[in-house]
């Protein structure tokens, strides 16, 4: 990525009348040059009334219950608002990916596919 990067952010509104006077785009300048990038296949979620957390690691055994504890190595913390914000931008990203590759299943059980002996 470049090291300052343009995203639109569409600001939120009360009302529709405010939504469309505020449809236009908005340009924030992001600066990544800092950033670090991990894998992660397991995620927690827990939270309070103030604050979601998110916790980010790899399950090297993702059939079945894993022997060993999972290691646990990112945690993002987010307001409500923030994480609504997250939500709706990972469920329109998740839409696109499906409406190209089709529905993508989560439960691993269903995805895995038992070779029968020949």
Do not use: W
């Not at 990038?37 to 219950?65: K, M, W």
């Amino acid at each position: 990525m470049s090291k300052a990067e343009n995203s639109s952010i569409t600001p939120p509104a009360a009302d529709p009348v405010a939504q469309q006077q505020q449809a236009q785009p908005v340009q924030v300048n992001v600066d990544d040059s800092q950033v670090s990038a991990s894998y992660a296949n397991f995620c927690r979620v827990t939270g309070s009334p103030e604050e979601l957390i998110i916790d980010f690691g790899l399950n090297p055994q993702p059939v079945g219950v894993p022997k060993d504890p999972i290691q646990v190595s990112q945690r993002v913390v987010l307001n409500f608002y923030t994480a609504k914000r997250l939500l709706a931008a990972l469920q329109m990203s998740i839409q696109r990916h499906e409406a190209v590759f089709g529905v993508l299943e989560t439960d691993i059980q269903k995805r895995l596919r038992i070779q029968q002996p020949s």
